[in-house]
């Protein structure tokens, strides 16, 4: 059977998950000591075939080597290795799933103590001696099988050709030693033999030193094929040897299967030699090239960042890289902590090479990009681990007096060093999304971490960042369908924000406000044509859903833009606002345009809302939102008359251009007046509180608005007078479709109505009662208007404006 199953073997795939199922398909209902009595006969079994095959070579005259072997029975070496593997792996499961407790109990006695179990029932006291036995018996069947592959290794060709299959093969006993010699059977304590160690030390030494070359070693003689897959399991016997062995592994002095520190040193170094070697400092890292450095060289050939480059995307890169964040995660909260007999300072020496190791890091990030997401997680997790220590100032000072000033000064190399080296996992390409945007939301989280923990964010950073986040709340502005689509959800935009709101200290305050400003998208907003919205929306239900969310798609950005921008400093009024005057300008004097209305909305709208949030601001801090009369200081923000007469215009080409948006809906928009009133509703709320708090504005917007509809109303007068027949130029009557004309005299009046009703979050009204002067100006100026509309349409309008006018006198 054995025979038949190694021939089916060596012609398939061996599938480790299938013969696990098997064996857990067909003896679901066999006892545990059944089981591990078949997996003991099973290794015995394979321990025979394994010395018949062993009959056809011959012993090597070097006593380094083992057992010469022709090339054509290293399958069914391999076939045999692997499936002992399996064996052990199983054995080892059912070993786990026992009571432990019991068995070290019974393994702890001697063999005639185990033949007397306590008063405890005869079949359970049976049960657990003969499991004791067992076990033990499967334990010198390993330790048999571990000594016959001992002889074995390394084996040998008979002439030099194909050395990489002999290499796959003894990487294969390579790993079946590590794997028997390490486990310890029946929980036994006292250590595995240091014969198989050697053995193995002595043979993957000098393959990781021969794989530490430069142009010999790149893609033309190549790591893929026999010889990567060799490489591959050699560095799972490397992480074997480098970390703690068994369940203590998190103790103090933990234990090693390599006992010797300088030997596992010289396994580290040449382990970093092939897969981490030193790199020259990041060239965006200013000023630090000329110094010497523990992390990084001046200079470094150009065949080795190549190799590293190929050797990230293979799969012992990926092996690799894994274990040294292991390492890297398991070493980051002692880095200063050397242990008391270090004589050789070894701690300081393995301390100083991982922190070099890990400085090459950020290529293997960068060389998978988006298609290993968990290893590029579990990468950052070893960054922060690592960024958590750092606890020097920005600049990398550290102090002469300082005993661990080696490491300190390597650490700061290496935080300065992620700084720049991981930028390039935010920059995107033409017509192609940064790295960190194709990354899963929680490893994007991570990396934003990272960011808050490196402090100091370059400009370059901070750019990309914003444009990152600009995406995200521009999102239905972007045609989809294509890989530009691609963008990081709001919350993650925001978070994004809120870190870098935290590290505003750390950076220039004009980096910071420009990232803030233009994370928000509100600068590149799409100039949408009503056209296009046309082409959108084919009913009046989805044409309005379409208008309300393209003027308010950026609210949400908004908020977040003026909370940050209150809260980035004391008296942010007087310090932050004054810089941002420009763009604010900027965004107030567009001219509205028929083909760019919704931008120009947008824009205006943004730079009210940023004013009202400063203006909400000041008042809170002088605590003025109780009074009646009184308004923000003349000298917020320098702004005179002009200014003001400059955010009344920009209110009323609002308005302006909501109602000709209106008018060009389908659907009859202006006849649906709840529609009308939500809309308005959401467009004058942070207009409402400038005219509270801005002294004269409220006059002035009330002033500007009577003349605007006095203006309409003597135009369709005298439009009405030049055509007597009733008919517009397409000779239909006026009346026949009111939802087509623009009329924004009517917007202008329920404008001004429900910004005289407002009460929540300030009141017009107070304001009104405050100033008799005011009074005066409000009933002249909703009487004018009530004049110029009388006989119309909009009479009822004008009677309620000066209705509410009156009551604002009471």
Known sequence: LIDESLDGMQKTHVDEGAILQQFSSTEKDTSKLEKIQRMTSLLETLRAKFVELTHTGRKSDNAKDGLIMSTSDLETVDVLVQTIQFVHRLCQSYQKSLDQHELSKQTSKSPAARRQPKKRGKKAGAEIQDMGECLATYGTTVTKTLTLLLETFPICPMDSVSMSRYELTNAGICSALAELGGDNVLGDSRGPSSQWINSVFSYILPRLNSTNGTEEDSADKGHSGAEGIATNMLLKVVSKLLLPHGSNSAELTPNYLLNSPSKRYELLEAFAGAFFPLLAFPSNLESKGQRKSHIFTPSVSSEVEQKIEQLASTAMGKTAAMLLTTLITRSADRLFDPPIDDQNKLHEKNTLLLLQMSSVLPVYLVSWEERLPIESGIVLASFISIARQWS??????????????????????????????????????????????????????????????????????????????????????????????????????????????????????????????????????????????????????????????????????????????????????????????????????????????????????AAISILAAFTWDEMISHGSLESKSDFIAPTFLKLDEKFDQLLVDCIIDQIESSARLWSMGEGGYMDDLAAQQQYLARLLGPITLLLRYRQGMFGQFVETVSRRVVQQSQAEQDERGGNSSGKDSNGKEEGDSPSKKINVAEVHMKALLLVLKSKDPVSIVVLVRSSSALQTTLLSSTEDIEKAVSGGHLAHLGRKLVHQAKLCKQ
């Open 392 to 605: 020097d100032s920005s600049d990398g000072n550290v102090s002469e007096d300082d005993s661990a000033m080696s490491i300190k000064r390597a650490l700061n190399d290496l935080c300065l060093g992620l700084r720049c080296s991981l930028e390039v996992l935010y920059t995107g390409q033409k017509k192609k999304p940064s790295i960190f945007e194709r990354l899963p939301e929680q490893v994007q989280k991570m990396s934003v971490g990272l960011i808050g923990l490196l402090k100091c964010p370059s400009e370059a950073l901070t750019k990309s960042l914003s444009s990152i986040c600009s995406k995200s709340f521009a999102q239905q502005r972007v045609p989809s369908g294509s890989e530009e689509d691609v963008v990081v959800s709001n919350s993650m935009a925001n978070y994004i924000m809120e870190v870098m709101h935290s590290l505003r200290k750390t950076m220039p305050m004009p980096n910071y406000l420009a990232f803030l400003i233009d994370s928000c998208g509100i600068r590149h907003a799409t100039s949408t044509s009503m056209s296009q919205q046309k082409r959108v929306a084919q009913d009046g239900d989805i044409a309005r859903d379409q208008l309300s969310e393209a003027v308010f798609s950026f609210d949400t950005a908004m908020g977040h833009l003026s909370h940050f921008l209150t809260s980035t400093c004391d008296q942010a009024s007087t310090k932050v606002l004054p810089m941002i005057r420009p763009v604010l300008l900027k965004w107030l004097s567009a001219s509205p345009s028929a083909n760019d209305a919704i931008k120009q909305i947008v824009q205006a709208r």
